[in-house]
């Protein structure tokens, strides 16, 4: 089955400790992408990935860190997290080619307290 | 379900009606505009989309317009069902540029069908 995974789904940390929340796809999509979702602020690009080694930032890259070291995978760390980074964390993968049509996980629910 | 937004825009309809919702975009250099439904604990999930130099363009059930002119876009949907019942983003995307690739999503619109 096409999909995009994301693990944990559901995380709950303390200030400070550095966590990574993993995505994968098995699409063989070239581009990927991470985004948070907020209540009264919707959906905004964190980092994105045209390609393995080809990362970029997004509208709210501060505090994460992405690499793309495999073409299927897209980890997303965060090395000193905040309480202002609690939110719902999804992650995208599509063609090259077809970046309108972008395929997303389950999505991961982060909680700092 | 989690909540994804505040006091957002709401559309109640009765199954089997024509839903419309509506979208007031911001930028005119963008190349492809879309349509993404988001139903409770899931991720947005890929509807439909227009590219900027077409003005309407029909799926199953579904059709798109675009009015340049006024930066507005809409979603049609036909023959509501209860399983449309979710949140519908509009997004924008860049086929090029520093942007390429980037969805920029709008607030969102809340519809719920009701038997």
């Known amino acids: 089955e096409a999909q995009v995974t994301q693990n944990p789904r559901y995380l709950i940390t303390v200030t400070g400790k550095k966590l990574t929340v993993t995505c994968s796809q098995n699409m063989n999509h070239e581009y990927m992408s991470w985004y948070r979702q907020d209540p009264g602020l919707g959906l905004r690009q964190i980092y994105y990935?045209?390609?393995?080694?080809?990362?970029d930032k997004g509208d709210v890259p501060e505090g994460y860190k992405v690499s793309r070291k495999e073409k299927r995978n897209f980890p997303l760390i965060l090395e000193s997290p905040s309480p202002n980074q609690t939110s719902l964390y999804f992650c995208a993968s599509s063609f090259r080619g077809a970046s309108y049509e972008q395929y997303f996980g389950p999505g991961t629910r982060l909680t700092v307290t | 379900g989690e909540s994804v937004g505040l006091h957002l825009p709401t559309l109640s309809v009765q199954e089997g009606d024509n839903s419309i919702i509506n979208c007031a975009y911001s930028?005119?250099?963008?190349?492809?505009f879309i349509w993404y439904k988001q139903e409770s604990g899931k991720g947005p999930q890929f509807i439909i989309d227009i590219r900027s130099n077409m003005d309407k363009r029909q799926g199953q059930r579904v059709t798109v317009l675009l009015n340049k002119t006024v930066k507005h876009l809409s979603l049609q949907i036909a023959a509501t069902q209860p399983g449309d019942s979710a949140v519908y983003f509009c997004a924008e995307n860049m086929a090029g540029g520093t942007s390429y690739g980037k969805l920029t999503f709008g607030q969102g619109t809340i519809l719920t069908v009701h038997p």
């Open positions: 930028n005119s250099a963008s190349d492809y």
């Open positions: 990935s045209m390609n393995v080694e080809v990362t």
